[in-house]
């Protein structure tokens, strides 16, 4: 089964229209919840006023008085209250104030637009150098959120000796998941003989860090909380955190109401107060002797947080230890911080804080071969990491990762240097549209980092049903990426039996154990594993229990099974996260082995510049990767393109628009993001090097195309045309026009 593209287990569901998503529910005498927010970035709630105009008494309304336990989002650090009280700090524009719920959504809709918020307001604090500054302390004595320190050798008696030091800032920009189907969720709450019992279920990533939340918003024990994820219509890690904010305020107007309520958001809501990639800053200072060879680097990596702590501190971990890139380098320091500032919190997003370090270490590499008078391509292959290389944070290279085969494979695929001589003849013509080839090498680390995965020692199992068929049992979701189908696939691969024979039990928190968050490119690699041992166990069980004679058929399966059950009922059997052995981290200096496993890829673009509208399309891409046993190519594939897509319009288009710290584009209309005749066809190849600690050898595959597209697309940009200044994404015509202007005035 490992191997094979076996077709998508909920497909048919979503292709025929059966698939039933959040809003697609209908509960008897449920209401609609609607959220009443600020709209200054900072400032301090004097009061709240109930204008005339609807029936208020027919309105359910909550406000923070009426948080029965903690008015925190369970989180890193307990900073996001769920409802800002009266005398409160606002401490961003669209921070939830109050709940009202209606069974008529224009009724609420009416009654939301008669409150009145009394604000005093406060000047903001709304960019990375304000907050670096201190401008305004908004948080802590220096609005620094979180600090990581790597350190390797010591670069500062490099300078000196260094035939060229090259210094660089590169910064990215927020970025909107615009997954297909926005946030929603259902809340319901009941009295039960051991107090209140809480059920929220809906569009989430995370069922366990939800049934965090709840049972501390309401302080009850976790066997009075019960998550059920449905139907989801995209995430890419948006509905990782912010889904606790908003089963939060459903479950809190279910208490209020005493009946069922469902928080639906628009578009527009959904937009400007959900979560977004965080946007950064990098400063690069490099080392080089006279053939290219790293000496040094000193990189000073900053994240905009936002308002609260949310998922900051993992993300810039994240980024952290990417920073240094796929290159070895004797002397490594990086100082990396998120900052506070008065707009929405950022949160999680494909690549988690990877896109934004490797953009800036990826561009700094051809900005440092043209000052150099390097060939990019030969500067990258004298640097590469090989086998028993270090990384920055001292990480042995226990393998080969066959960096230059895959630079060679991508260049093969796009024709890279017959491109680059075609284009240097076409580009001399009096053409306006200039064209350029450029590429990126990069990796992603596999799974939560360091010690995370022993800290969270996730539980997966698997369950014989009477049928004889087996269901899983996990807390991973399916957000699109595919994860039914492969879970499946590692179990019946186990197991021995047809890939028809096995499912995915509902993930409800009632009934499945916490396999951890659906995040970090770990479901494959990491619960997958736990998966194949609970098969192993179950299969023990039937053959030492006397059910199951080895070797055996599907057939002979299924009968075993069905006895077994029917002499000993339900037969679940369960696996746990085994840390690797041999591998260490420490989280307090930020040294040894950050990773189990990497992937490695290279992607390579070819673009095309009109000069006069400063429009570019891309004209080629293509992607070869590393991701250890492929388990369903087609799967994969689909993984490749579709992060590939959010690569180009992060690289190219997407751009948040913040005014006052509010986001102004926070529709489709305006927001933009490539469809399908914006994209050339995206080539995917992989290179199958297997992993030791993934099922059948499989690492992760889905935040890998998202690190890649970005800096790809600025090195094709800089081949068409020069030497400009294209140090920042989204690289929108504006920003060619001004650069271009930049240049011509220099």
Known sequence: MIGASTIRKEGRGKVMGSARYTDDVELPGCLLGMTVRSRCARGVLKGITFLEGVHWDEITVVTAADIPGKNFVAGHVDDQPFLVPVGGVIAHAEQPVLLLAHADRSVAEKARRLVKLEVEELPPLLDIEEALACA?????????????????????????GAAHVIEGVYRTGAQEQLYLEPNVMIGTVE????????????????????????????????????????????????????????????????????????????????????????PSRTRIRSAFDAQGRLLALDIDFALDGGAFTTLSPVVLSRGALHAAGVYRCPHVRILARAVATNTPPCGAFRGFGAPQSLFAIERHMDVCALRMGMDPVDLRRLNFLHQGDTMATGQLMRDEPGLDGLMDRAMEEIHYRELQKAYAVRNAWDDPVKRGVGLSVFMHGCGFTGSGEATMASVAGVEGKKDGTVAILAASTEMGQGKNTVFCQIVAETLGLPVDMVDMAEVDTKFVPNS???????????????????????RLALVQGGFLAEPYTPAGFREAMRTAHGRLGSLKTYGQYRANPGFAWDDKTYQGDAYPNFSWACYAAAVAVDLVTFEVKVE????????????????????????????????????????EGRMANNQLTNYIIPTSADLPHIRVAFVEGGSPFGPGGAKGIGELPMDGPGPALLN???????????????????????????????
Not at 226 to 241: N, P
Not at 516 to 538: C, H, Q
Request: hydrophobic share 40%; with cysteine; glycine share 12%.
């Open 620 to 659: 080629d891409f293509a992607t070869v990767q590393e991701v250890g046993r492929v388990v369903n190519p087609t799967l994969a594939t689909g993984q490749i393109q579709g992060g590939v897509a959010q690569g180009i319009g992060w690289g190219l288009w997407e751009e948040v628009t913040f005014r």
């Open 191 to 278: 009295r039960g003989p051991g107090g209140l019992e809480v059920t929220v279920s809906g569009s989430l990533q995370c069922p366990y860090y939800v049934h965090d939340a709840m049972k501390q918003l309401f302080g009850i024990p976790g066997e009075q909380v019960r998550v059920v994820a449905l139907e989801m219509g995209g995430a890419f890690g948006g509905k990782e955190d912010y889904p606790s904010v908003i089963a939060g305020h459903a479950a809190l107007l279910a208490l209020k109401s005493g009946r069922p309520v469902k928080i639906a958001y628009d578009r527009e809501e959904d937009m400007a107060a959900t979560t977004k990639r965080h």
């Open 516 to 538: 951890g968050p659906t995040v970090a490119s770990r479901s494959t690699m990491v619960v997958g594993r736990i998966l194949e041992d609970a098969a192993r166990g179950l």
């Open 716 to 746: 094709a940009l800089r081949d068409a045309l020069g030497d400009l200044r294209l140090d920042e994404v989204p690289m929108t015509p504006e920003r060619i026009l001004n650069r271009l202007e930049e240049a011509r005035h220099a």
């Open 136 to 160: 305004r302390v908004i948080h802590g004595e220096r609005n620094v959120l979180k600090e990581i320190r790597i350190a390797k050798g010591d670069p500062e008696p490099v300078w000196a």
